[in-house]
């Protein structure tokens, strides 16, 4: 696998269609100035592999590597480069053997991706260069932010090369993959248990409903039963701790108001004694501030005599060093006078100054001698330069007349056979251009129908978009309303269950005891068996009263032995009916007095057997419209027994009674219960009606809603179908329309060059001479070579002769020069010493002198060191008179202040016991407060709960109880009653769907938690294979960057570690390396070259564990010098066997190791282009 072509057109600077072929496996150089577009080919190369970070691209934004325009040029609204690559080994997953991946960008910020001209994604695109070396991340691509990437200190850049490397990526990529599964796995999961908890609480409801009624009335009488005997007994024990904790607030309050009383009086006692002993405590404060001072002073003279000390330990030092200085300067005298003496017995050996005159004088007529032959030499060498120099010209132009006929006959040649060639092409061409027009024209076609095309289903969507919303808008409102109906319908069904429940415990104890334990003698209650109108209920109860829960006996004998068996059980009492058909006195009829409704019996419907028993019981109540009536009525027949009865549960007897008011709790009668049940279960009839009808709507509605919604769905598709064979018709009339320009372009040129080609044809034979010309240079030639080989062998002889009397001078001159060098040395040493000698008396001197003003300043220390110390012992005399004045100052102030302290004492001890007392107070008020809360809360609720005052218990029957047990019990009854909620009968249908509905959710639940499991052990395998596969490779680089470093840098080091304690797959990568010679002191004491081939030991150390198919290096070498340079393209070179090396340089040297040069220039400032140089062109081109 290798890169063979890479075209750009609209990149950055690349303006012009503009090519790049690459050699097989070798080094191809680009080179240029600065500025003129170099990187931007390593930019199109990492942008077409898929970059989608702007700032690797040096841009702000993507749309920046789109042309951008000139002063001459305008800039472009689409940039496109493609990669071409050799895939005839299948490295690649792809079935082609030449794959070619494309790259668009738009100025509106759209991208397309192409691979082989088809359409793809940019995922496919990674999918394709996954592991194989050819990624944007990988080390396939360096330059100076990736060495500083490689070495720096953020160590996850340094990972993505090794990962690479190791092939984890697309290990880590699928892990990333199953993670994600694996979170939607767990969110449906905790879906799915949300429901299953739901439906199983659903299930379990269920299967409670069918027990409880019963379980409710149990409750409710136990708790009743209980609660009322413990709250009772509770109630008056609260009563007897409000006494006990009143009478302790008022002992406590006197015990506070006694101690404020005595503390009052102590404070007076203080105030009074401090006046008295101020004097005292002043005197005392004047004396302690004076010995203060004096401690103060004393401490002074200690610290001035320390500095004494110091200064003199100092100058001992000072004074022992110079001695010691002085002694070594004497030494070295000594030594130095006796060299001096051997040095001149030297000198007297070596002989007197004339015999070294005539040994002069003969060197210097040998010299003269020499030079006579030197001059004979470099005359005929002159000439010899001069004769080589016309032959050299000779030889030249020779060789040009010759290779100049020589190119202007293959010039002829070659520029015959492409005019040939070219008017081939421009046939084919003339070809091609009518193919490319009929095919717009059929495009143009296509794209008009498309368009129209599109135009319908959008007109289409936006009707049928329409039509939905307005159904959805439908159903919304059906939803709602069903909702409002459904809360309406539980609303009232719960208050019917409430009404019913009510009616089962309405009555007194008793009447519930023979209901239960007597049903053979009774027949239920007077209210359940007679009917009212519903205008009327609330005054026919109040007429009623206690009646209305009177138990009606079946056989009027039976009444005692039914009264019997209540009082054996202590049931409570009862109010029996005994039914007869005895006739009551009728009353005056007062139907036609003003505001009179009737007699209340008249509104009342009843079975025959006590039709006589309610007309007597109710005919004396006579219902009227007002409260006002009433009061007229009954003063106008004070001489009857009547009850006039008006709205709102007022009454006034004849004899002046008044009965009217509500309790605070007052509930509803038996019969407005019974006629709100009725009330009720009508409007819970004609609601479910309601809400089967809009059930249905709505089921129609949704059929309708997904019907549209699929047609939606399908127009959709038809649009987005359109959409696509229009863009892909307008990108195809683009291309053709291109291909058609390019074709027009190329017919332009082609055109251009023939006639260019038969003008040099023209010219290249009338240039042509006759061949006298050469035959002149060839014989001058021949002349002066045979003048050059005489002059040469003159030459040498002559040079022979010159080189033997050198030898003699040079013999003569190292003789004379070793006795001189002798002499020169001695007196040259004789002067030093003299030098040395005087610097040492002057040392000596200078630090005798020293010696002696250290010796008089530290007799001076010491004088001044005796008289602070005298000053100090005078101090400290002074000190002990002022402690022992201030201490009898001390002494008569205690005496004095001594009951002070005791009074203060005791003040401390009454306000703690007063802050005691305070809490205390505190603290049985609050008690007060919070039992009459409870008291309070506790009469409320007995009163609201079960309708008895707890001060005046009445009827109420007490059980006996264990008070940790009851109120245990009573919390447990009344969370059991709680969790009972409404009554529903009808559940077992609604039961056996909920089951199904459970099996079907737990099975979803089990395939999600199968399905989390498997996915996990995935996440476990992808980690130990990627673990595995990563530490082999790592170990594998160590070895490879420490074999590449010692190459680029003999003797060098490198050090290469995973942080420990992580896991490897996260640990950070250490890199540290030592140059030739240098210690290993971390990447950051590196040099900037040092940096580079380190950078570039451990990339290739990566390469060699995972070769990559091409390698692009941007200016690596800047920081390199020669020496390096020559080391690092020697690798390159061993490496280019099988890797592509594309190297951005200015430097010579690697351009020179290059197997191909591409140089890039900006002939119109702004717009690059791309030429092959030559080397010698190349080397100033990039300069």
């Known amino acids: 696998m290798r890169i063979t072509k890479l075209k750009i057109f609209g990149f950055k600077s690349f303006a012009q269609k503009t090519e790049v072929t690459f050699p097989g496996n070798g080094l191809t150089a680009v080179v240029g100035p600065n500025g003129c577009g170099k990187s931007n080919i390593v930019d199109a190369i990492r942008w077409v592999l898929g970059e ?46 030449e794959v070619m991946v494309t790259r668009r960008a738009h100025r509106n910020g759209t991208s397309e991706y192409l691979i082989n001209n088809q359409e793809c994604r940019l995922k496919d695109i990674q999918n394709l260069f996954f592991d194989s070396g050819l990624g944007t991340g990988t080390y396939s691509q360096m330059n100076e932010r990736m060495i500083n990437a490689v070495l720096s200190d953020k160590a996850e850049d340094r990972r993505v090369l090794f990962e690479e490397a190791a092939g984890v990526s697309k290990y880590k990529q699928q892990r990333k993959e199953t993670v994600r599964q694996l979170d939607r796995v767990r969110l449906d999961m905790e879906r799915v248990e949300d429901n299953l908890r739901h439906a199983r609480t659903s299930v379990r409801q269920y299967e409670k409903q069918a027990e409880k009624a019963n379980e409710w009335k149990r409750l409710r009488t136990r708790l009743r039963e209980l609660d009322l005997s413990v709250s009772l007994d509770r109630h008056e024990e609260n009563k007897r701790s409000m006494t006990i904790l009143n009478e302790a607030r008022n002992r406590v309050s006197h015990q506070q108001e006694a101690d404020k009383t005595h503390l009052t009086t102590l404070e007076a006692k203080i105030e009074e004694k401090k006046l008295s002993i101020s004097g005292e405590e002043d005197a005392l404060r004047v004396l302690e501030m004076a010995v ?4 103060l002073a004393l401490n002074d003279m200690n610290n001035e005599i320390a500095r004494y000390r110091d200064t003199l330990s100092t100058l001992t030092m000072t004074g022992e060093k110079y001695e010691g200085e002085v002694k070594d300067s004497k030494e070295k005298s000594d030594a130095l006078h006796s060299e001096r003496e051997l040095l001149e017995e030297q000198m007297r050996r070596l002989g007197s100054n004339s015999e070294l005159e005539a040994r002069q004088r003969e060197l210097a007529r040998e010299q003269e001698t020499l030079q006579v032959l030197r001059d004979a030499c470099d005359d005929l060498r002159t000439k010899n330069r001069k004769i080589t120099d016309d032959r050299l010209n000779a030889v030249n132009k020779v060789n040009s007349l010759r290779g100049r006929w020589q190119r202007i006959d293959a010039e002829v040649d070659m520029l015959s056979g492409n005019i040939e060639k070219w008017n081939h092409e421009l046939a084919d061409l003339d070809n091609q251009t009518r193919e490319a027009v009929d095919a717009l024209r059929v495009m143009a076609q296509g794209i008009a129908d498309a368009a129209h095309e599109i135009e319908s289903l959008e007109e ?55 209901l239960e334990n007597q049903a053979s003698f009774v027949d239920g209650l007077l209210g359940q068996e007679i009917d009212v109108n519903p205008e009327y209920v609330s005054q026919i109860e109040f007429a009623l009263g206690e009646s209305i829960n009177a138990v009606i006996t079946k056989n009027p004998g039976a009444v005692g032995s039914i009264l019997d068996s209540l009082d054996k059980a202590s049931a409570g009492s009862a109010l029996l009916v005994v039914a007869s058909d005895v006739s009551g006195t009728p009353v005056e009829s007062l139907d036609n007095r003003p505001g009179v409704i009737g007699a209340a019996n008249k509104f009342v419907k009843v079975a025959a057997p006590l039709r006589s028993f309610v007309d007597r019981l109710l005919s004396r109540w006579i219902l009227v419209s007002d409260f006002a009536t009433a009061l007229s009525l009954a003063h106008e027949f004070a001489a009857e027994d009547i009850w ?31 006629t709100e049940i009725i009330s009720a279960e009508e409007k819970l009839t004609d609601l479910q009606s309601v809400c089967q009808s809009l059930m249905d709507s709505k089921e129609r509605l949704a059929e309708r809603i997904e019907e549209d919604e699929n047609v939606l769905a399908g127009i959709m598709d038809s649009i987005r179908e359109a959409q696509e064979n229009s863009r892909r018709g307008l990108a195809a009339e683009g291309i053709h329309k291109n291909v058609l320009a390019n074709l027009n372009r190329h017919r332009e040129r082609l055109a251009k060059d023939i006639q260019q080609a038969s003008e040099r044809v023209s010219v290249a034979n009338a240039e042509r001479n006759t061949d006298q010309e050469l035959a002149t240079a060839e014989a001058l030639a021949s002349q002066l070579e045979n003048e050059y080989q005489s002059l040469t062998a003159q030459l040498n002889e002559q040079d022979v002769v010159f080189r033997n009397k050198e030898e003699e001078v040079r013999d003569l001159q190292r003789e004379l020069g070793s006795a001189q060098s002798l002499m020169t040395g001695n007196l040259s040493r004789i002067q030093s010493i003299q030098e040395q000698l005087k610097l040492h008396e002057d040392l000596i001197a200078n630090r005798s002198s020293d010696i002696a003003s250290i010796k008089t300043q530290m007799e001076e220390l010491h004088n001044k060191e005796t008289l602070v110390a005298d000053r100090i012992e005078n101090k400290n005399e002074e000190l002990r008179k002022r402690e022992v004045e201030r201490d009898a100052a001390r002494e008569r102030y205690n005496v004095v202040s001594g009951d002070i302290e005791d009074w203060r004492s005791e003040v401390r001890v009454i306000n703690a016991s007063l802050l005691d007392r305070a809490t205390e107070l505190n603290d049985v008020e609050r008690r007060i407060d919070s039992l009459g809360t409870n008291v309070d809360r506790m009469r409320e609720r007995i009163f609201a709960e079960w309708e008895v005052d707890v001060d005046k218990p009445e009827g109420v029957i007490r059980v006996e109880y264990e008070e940790k047990e009851a109120r245990r019990e009573i919390n447990d009854l009344q969370g059991k009653i709680k969790a009972l909620g409404p009554i529903n009968t009808g559940i077992m249908e609604d039961y056996d769907a909920e089951k199904a509905r459970l ?35 790592f170990h594998k680089i160590q070895k490879n960057f420490q074999d590449v470093f010692s190459r680029l840098m003999h003797d060098g080091g490198t050090k290469l570690t995973l942080q420990e304690g992580v896991d490897p797959l996260e640990a950070e990568i250490e890199v540290n390396a030592r140059p030739t010679g240098k210690k290993m002191r971390g990447v950051r004491a590196l040099s900037g070259g040092e940096r580079a081939l380190t950078a570039v030991s451990l990339l290739f150390a990566i390469y060699m564990e995972k070769p990559s198919p091409y390698c692009v290096l941007d200016e690596v070498d800047g920081p390199l010098d020669d020496a390096n340079i020559g080391r690092f393209m020697e690798l390159l070179r061993h490496f280019s066997r099988q890797t592509q090396f594309i190297l951005v340089t200015h430097n010579k040297r690697t351009m020179a190791a290059s197997d191909m040069l591409y140089g890039v220039t900006q002939e119109i400032k702004g717009i690059s282009r791309i030429a092959s140089v030559k080397l010698d062109d190349a080397v100033g081109f990039a300069m």
């Open 52 to 97: 989608q970070r702007a700032a690797v691209l040096r841009m702000g934004k993507m749309q920046d590597v789109i042309f951008s325009g000139t002063e001459e040029r305008a800039a472009m609204s689409m940039a496109e480069v493609s990669l071409v690559i050799n895939n005839d080994q299948g490295d690649l997953p792809s079935e082609y053997s």
């Open 644 to 674: 006039f009865v008006a709205p709102g549960g007022r009454a006034v007897h004849t004899t002046g009674l008044v009965r009217g008011g509500h309790g605070a709790s007052e509930s509803l009668g038996l019969l407005s219960r019974r």
């Open 292 to 295: 203060k001072q004096e401690e």
């Open 460 to 514: 289409r969507r936006t009707v049928q978009i329409e039509k939905v919303d307005s159904q959805k808008t439908e159903l919304s409102a059906i939803n709602r309303s069903l909702q409002e109906r459904e809360n309406e319908n539980t609303r009232l069904q719960s208050r019917v269950d409430v009404l019913r429940s009510m009616d089962v415990s309405s009555g007194a104890d008793g009447a519930h005891w023979l």
């Open 999 to 1033: 099996a079907d959710v737990e099975k979803q639940f089990d395939d999600l938690d199968r399905a989390r499991a498997s996915l996990e052990r995935t996440i476990h395998k992808l980690d130990n294979i990627a673990r595995d596969r990563f530490l082999d490779t």
